[in-house]
């Protein structure tokens, strides 16, 4: 009976990787259209330090932590995809100068999407 219900659920839910990819989409546009990427990137970091630090004591994540680490792992991911697609765009290049480069969502769809309707 317990095993209905809990495939009833995750049937529901979308399951572990419906949440995680929902949780990555959202800390990706969060990441990017706040510009918290310093304290995210500073974040993350600190994270790693931690898992690997513990990891040599032989100490690993439950879930949650493999799940909040995941996330920012994948986050950091999408990020770097999407200022390597963004890289090279002039307009964007001269909005966003400097060496920490995330372009904002709302500035690519201004400038690229809108244009086109």
């Known amino acids: 009976m317990e095993a209905t219900r809990r495939r009833q659920h995750l049937g529901a839910t979308g399951g572990p990787g419906a949440q995680l990819g929902a949780s990555f989409l959202q800390a990706r546009y969060l990441v990017t259209e706040g ?18 630090h513990q990891k040599r004591k032989r ?19 999408l990020v770097a995809l999407w200022v390597a697609w963004l890289w090279n765009d002039p307009v964007l290049r001269k909005k966003y100068p400097g060496v920490i480069y995330v ?8 400038l690229h999407v809108s244009s086109r309707h």
């Open 35 to 52: 510009q918290i990427f310093i304290l995210f990137i500073f974040t993350f970091f600190a994270m790693l330090a931690l898992v690997l």
């Open 59 to 77: 100490l690993f994540l439950d879930s949650n932590g493999l799940f909040l680490f995941s996330s920012f792992a994948l986050t950091l991911l």
């Open 103 to 110: 372009p904002e969502p709302w500035a690519f769809y201004t």
